[in-house]
């Protein structure tokens, strides 16, 4: 028997669903999460509604193989047309398709640069990547990046973590790096930019490149970063905060260090993170907000944990899996 | 008065201790019900946020006490938040080979027992997605099926971040809807 739901069902429904997507960006607001508690507390329906929507989450999260796979062919096939022969081959293999794609494009045959090409980098693990127009891309441990070359558009989007950029300059096809929220338009350039979340750091080793923040638009278009420049974006206040950086110093990362001016601990890690064989967890978000200043060697990453004690209030317990910083039993 | 945060009141801590592990298991009582949720919702795992609530549980008892945060709860919830984003992280970087869909290895396989309602679930889902829009239903896929962030969704269909998860929250919307109507 069907029956009819009282419009205030449907509105609740919607609601916590809109709730469900929201706590599921990778890093939610503060104040998104102080709304929702308003909201999940004041009703036990509202819990309830919420819920329902996170073991649906659950239940598609945990389908089995042939249920994901009429799932993508119906509703998101993006890579059906993609030959199968070239479906087994692993990252390394997807430069071959880039290349291909790029040729087969270009010759007005079918367009398989349509479909965004993506790269991973396993954890301390840098890659090294040729985009389909001579661009190369130096990529970081633990990093995503898409690199869209449909309609002779260069797009890129760093997933996360970070990636140094040689740019073919070619001025009918701008070069367009999103990080989140801010946009890097390069103008003849070699340029280093990472992501921990949505606060992205971009230093110009060569060239300028263009910034643009979410607030930017035609009247406001953003600002330009030259070579020895840095810019670093704050989500929280939507601005960048410029300073100059000695371009030896820029993407130190290729050369197996780590390099961090006055950054918060937090950062840090998460960046450390992408090198560590045992993640580090800070299980005191206080101590997220300490500045440190310094190098870290890809290679001894484990002492240098072990010597945060000597400069932080915080000790350090690790096991086979991980590692965890608390703030010190004082 | 916070004698358990001075320097060397090692004895003197004995009584602020109790009191802090007293303060955060009210806390934690107060709040789990809202925690699991707050973890479920973001692990699509319940059994994993109750692990993951547990270990924050750990956490707080292990700090030393909380006279210096403003709001307890919002610090609990900010703990359970970047707990689970570690986690996310960690089996992220599992599968950062590229997904691909003719191969069936990376997926997880349901219980036995989930498999019967499962099996109709999944039609009034695929109804409920073909009633949508093409881009809703397509980010909700990528986005629950694949595993894709917001982001990099944004940029392969070239919408806003916010654009895509509007899409994601509306067809699990659509979904919930079809669901209470037609299972029973």
């Known amino acids: ?330 | 008065m916070d004698k358990s945060n001075q320097d060397g009141g090692a004895d003197d801590g004995k009584a602020g201790t109790g009191r802090h592990h007293e303060q955060i298991r009210a806390l934690y009582e107060e709040h789990h019900r809202a925690l699991i949720a707050f973890l479920h919702s973001r692990l699509s795992s319940r059994a994993d946020a109750q692990e993951v609530a547990q270990e924050v549980y750990v956490r707080l008892l292990a700090l030393e006490d909380l006279s210096h945060v403003d709001s307890p709860k919002a610090f609990l919830f900010r703990m359970a938040a970047n707990m689970s984003l570690d986690q996310l992280r960690k089996r992220a970087v599992r599968a950062a080979a590229p997904i691909d869909p003719n191969d069936n290895d990376w997926h997880v396989t349901p219980l036995p027992e989930q498999h019967a309602s499962a099996v109709q679930q999944w039609k009034v889902v695929q109804q409920a997605l073909r009633e949508l829009p093409a881009k809703t239903s397509k980010a909700f896929v990528m986005h629950v099926i694949e595993g894709r962030d917001f982001s990099v969704i944004a940029q392969a269909m070239k919408l806003s971040e916010r654009m895509v998860r509007y899409h994601v929250g509306h067809a699990m919307a659509h979904c919930r809807e079809r669901i209470e109507a037609e299972v029973p």
């Not at chain 1, 090294?128 to 190369?136: A, E, K, M, N």
């Not at chain 1, 990453?301 to 945060?308: C, E, H, K, Q, T």
Request: some cysteine; overall charge neutral; aromatic content about 6%.
């Open chain 1, 1 to 330: 028997m069907v029956t009819t739901r009282p419009a205030a069902d449907a509105a609740l429904t919607r609601a916590a669903a809109d709730w469900w997507a929201r706590l599921r960006e990778p890093e939610p607001a503060a104040q998104t999460i102080e709304q929702w508690l308003a909201w999940v507390q004041a009703d036990p329906r509202h819990a309830e509604a919420f819920e329902q929507a996170c073991q649906l989450g659950e239940n598609l999260h945990a389908a089995d193989a042939s249920t994901r796979d009429t799932l993508l062919r119906a509703f998101a096939p993006e890579r059906r047309p993609r030959p199968r022969w070239l479906a087994g081959l692993a990252v390394a293999a997807s430069l071959l398709v880039a290349v291909l794609g790029w040729r087969v494009a270009t010759h007005g045959g079918p367009d398989i640069t349509a479909q965004p090409q993506r790269y991973a980098s396993g954890i301390g693990q840098n890659q090294d990547i040729r985009l389909p127009d001579g661009s190369t891309v130096q990529l970081g441990a633990a990093s995503t990046l898409t690199a869209s070359y449909a309609k002779g558009q260069r797009a890129i989007a760093l997933g996360t973590g970070e990636a140094f950029f040689t740019v073919t300059h070619d001025q009918a096809h701008p070069f367009v790096v999103d990080a989140g929220e801010v946009r890097i338009e390069d103008l003849g350039t070699a340029f280093n930019v990472r992501r921990t979340g949505q606060q992205v750091t971009v230093a110009v080793t060569q060239g300028r490149v263009r910034l643009q923040a979410p607030g930017d638009n035609k009247r406001q278009p953003g600002m330009e970063l030259m070579a020895g420049q840095q810019a670093d974006y704050d989500p929280r206040r939507g601005v960048f905060s410029m300073s100059s950086v000695s371009v030896d110093h820029v993407a130190a990362w290729r050369d197996n260090r780590l390099e961090f001016v006055n950054e918060p601990l937090s950062t840090v890690i998460a960046n450390v993170n992408r090198y560590s064989r045992r993640p580090v967890q800070i299980a005191d978000p206080r101590l997220g907000e300490l500045t440190f200043t310094g190098t870290v060697k890809i290679n001894t990453i484990d002492s240098w944990i072990g010597a945060l004690p000597r400069v932080f209030p915080v000790q350090v317990s690790s096991f086979a899996d991980h590692v965890v910083l608390d703030s010190a039993a004082r």
